[in-house]
Nanobody, 123 residues
Framework: QVQLVESGGGSVQAGGSLRLSCVASGDIGRPNVMGWFRQTPNQERHCVAIIWASDGSTDYARSVKGRFTISQDNAKKTVYLQMNSLKAEDTATYYC????????????????WGQGTQVTVSS
């Protein structure tokens, strides 16, 4: 059974930083791509950042580019999201996702999901 477990969420003031972690376990093999998504109540789940396992290449949503950094430790099957210069609009539940087919920026492409971790940024 595959599990993705996120951690690192919490409450922070605007301008602050948080680092999210996502550890994969079980028979997941080597995910081709991993991503971070976020969702607020009554909103769609949107892609924040993705990273390819093969070469570590990354891509980001325009709203977080320059502030967030996604990275991975393949040996530990862990992906990170370093979030700096946080804004109130970054408040959301953040989800880790792994193994995608198709449009890697779409939630529909991913096979495995974590349970989510809440990030709250106060202004």
């Amino acid at each position: 059974q595959v599990q993705l477990v996120e951690s690192g969420g919490g409450s922070v003031q605007a301008g602050g930083s948080l680092r999210l972690s996502c550890v994969a376990s079980g028979d997941i093999g080597r995910p081709n791509v991993m991503g971070w998504f976020r969702q607020t109540p009554n909103q769609e789940r949107h892609c924040v950042a993705i990273i390819w396992a093969s070469d570590g290449s990354t891509d980001y949503a325009r709203s977080v580019k320059g502030r967030f950094t996604i990275s991975q430790d393949n040996a530990k099957k862990t992906v990170y999201l370093q979030m700096n210069s946080l804004k109130a609009e970054d408040t959301a539940t953040y989800y880790c996702a792994a193994v995608a087919a198709g449009n890697v920026f779409s939630r529909d492409a991913y096979k495995y999901w974590g349970q989510g971790t809440q990030v709250t940024v106060s202004s």
